[in-house]
């Protein structure tokens, strides 16, 4: 697919393909979150926002893995499965209380909430905290966390090669 970029953008996809698969694990899992969101808060928790957004992370983390373990890092590791997976879990974990963090702000200390904001408002900031701000310090933290902490040292799993990569396209 990179492949078909043209110049520069090839150039620079392909000496950042870890961080541009990555950004497209992250971008299908921010979907996947949203929806589950907005789901969850709108018709079961509708009283337990930061539960729902919890809930809601949790899932996306889980994709996460399955999509960051196979695709984005999949020829990293250095650890054994199991200690990868505590530490890629202890990392979201980390990532999860960054994320909710600015919705627990932003309706608890601001109270951007029912009756002190219209509903529209709410869902505003609701979007702009938990999944515009906290999605956005959560990532820069996985990213760091994932690269020096779970997927420590390069080139240690099967996989294909850079220029295997290159030559089917799938940089």
Same mark, same amino acid.
């Given at each position: 697919m990179i492949s078909r970029f043209p110049e520069p953008i090839r150039s620079i996809a392909l000496k950042h393909r870890e961080l541009v698969k990555f950004a497209l694990v992250g971008g299908t899992c921010f979907v996947i979150d949203t929806v589950l969101f907005f789901g969850i808060k709108t018709l079961v928790l509708p009283n337990n926002p930061v539960t729902a957004k919890i809930i809601a992370t949790l899932v996306a983390t889980i994709v996460s893995y399955i999509l960051n373990r196979e695709w984005s890092f999949r020829t990293r590791g250095g650890r054994e499965r199991h200690h990868e997976a505590l530490l890629f879990f202890l990392v979201n974990g980390i990532g999860i209380v960054l994320n909710s963090a600015p919705l627990w702000v932003s309706r608890y200390l601001f109270h951007l909430? =029912?009756?002190?904001?219209?509903? !529209? /408002?709410? =869902?505003? #900031? $609701? !979007? +702009? %905290? /938990?999944?515009?701000?906290?999605? +956005?310090? /959560?990532?820069?933290? @996985?990213?760091?966390?994932?690269?020096?902490?779970? !997927?420590?040292?390069?080139?240690? @799993?099967?996989? @294909? #090669? $850079? %220029? $295997?990569? =290159?030559? +089917?396209?799938? #940089?």
């Open positions: 909430q =029912e009756p002190h904001v219209s509903r !529209f /408002a709410e =869902e505003v #900031s $609701d !979007f +702009l %905290s /938990a999944q515009i701000i906290g999605t +956005l310090i /959560a990532m820069a933290f @996985r990213w760091y966390g994932y690269k020096n902490w779970v !997927f420590p040292e390069e080139n240690v @799993r099967g996989g @294909r #090669s $850079d %220029s $295997d990569e =290159e030559a +089917l396209g799938h #940089s």
